[in-house]
């Protein structure tokens, strides 16, 4: 990784790159709210390039890391960063929300940095829906209009087989359904292939 802290910047910089992948890629335009020690050392710990890194989908040990938020804005990505005050809408100190937006696509990530480097996501507002998963990650966010795939097997089925979860939430939004399953184990690469080639439009945190 790429210091000073775990928690303050490998943390951060995986709660970027879970902010990347719900949002589809870099967006354009972000707006960073800190929480508890975040707010408090945010620019001493890294936290903010740390974040910028992420969201470019950097890894943490990438040299471009303190540079990040430069290279951001050679990019066009516009990074603000709120210190708030109060308490974490999530209970953690180690708050950060990113308010993610590319013209008329919003998305917004609640997450919190536990310690040695992981995450937790604890709200995600997506296409104008609330999730809120249960725990640790991993999780799998299913986005599609019917819950069948394209062979008439139920998705819940297939999902089973690939990767077994301990629990599922449908949520109904405006044009889709979403369905969040909470993962029983860690996803390899090849378990995060296979999913994605059988059900193609889904995110995996």
């Known amino acids: 990784m790429i210091g000073p802290s775990s928690s303050h910047t490998a943390g951060p910089?995986?709660?970027?790159?879970?902010?990347?992948?719900?949002?589809?890629?870099v967006p354009k335009k972000v707006t960073v709210h800190y929480y508890g020690s975040f707010a408090q050392t945010h620019r001493g710990h890294g936290t903010d390039y740390a974040l910028a890194a992420g969201l470019q989908g950097f890894a943490a040990d990438d040299p471009r890391v303190?540079?990040?938020?430069?290279?951001?804005?050679?990019?066009?990505?516009?990074?603000?960063?709120?210190?708030?005050?109060?308490?974490s809408p999530i209970g953690h100190p180690n708050t950060?929300?990113?308010?993610?937006?590319?013209?008329?696509k919003k998305v917004q990530v609640s997450?919190?940095?536990?310690?040695?480097?992981?995450?937790?996501?604890?709200?995600?507002?997506?296409?104008?829906?609330?999730i809120k998963p249960s725990g640790?990650?991993?999780?799998?966010?299913?986005?599609?209009?019917?819950?069948?795939?394209?062979?008439?097997?139920?998705?819940?089925?297939?999902?089973?087989?690939?990767a077994p979860f301990s629990r599922k939430q449908v949520i109904r939004a405006k044009d889709e359904d979403i369905y969040?399953?909470?993962?029983?184990?860690?996803?390899?690469?090849?378990?995060?292939k296979a999913?994605?080639?059988?059900?193609?439009?889904?995110?995996?945190l």
């Open 13 to 25: 910089v995986a709660i970027g790159q879970a902010a990347n992948k719900l949002f589809g890629g």
């Open 66 to 87: 303190p540079r990040a938020p430069m290279i951001a804005k050679d990019n066009g990505v516009d990074i603000r960063f709120v210190e708030e005050e109060g308490e």
């Open 96 to 104: 950060a929300i990113l308010d993610m937006s590319n013209g008329d």
């Open 111 to 130: 997450g919190c940095s536990i310690g040695g480097g992981a995450i937790e996501i604890r709200d995600i507002v997506l296409d104008g829906s609330e």
């Open 136 to 162: 640790p990650l991993p999780i799998v966010i299913y986005l599609y209009k019917e819950e069948k795939h394209e062979n008439g097997i139920p998705v819940t089925t297939e999902m089973e087989k690939v």
């Open 180 to 192: 969040v399953y909470d993962v029983k184990n860690y996803m390899r690469d090849e378990t995060v």
């Open 195 to 204: 999913l994605k080639d059988k059900f193609g439009s889904i995110i995996c």
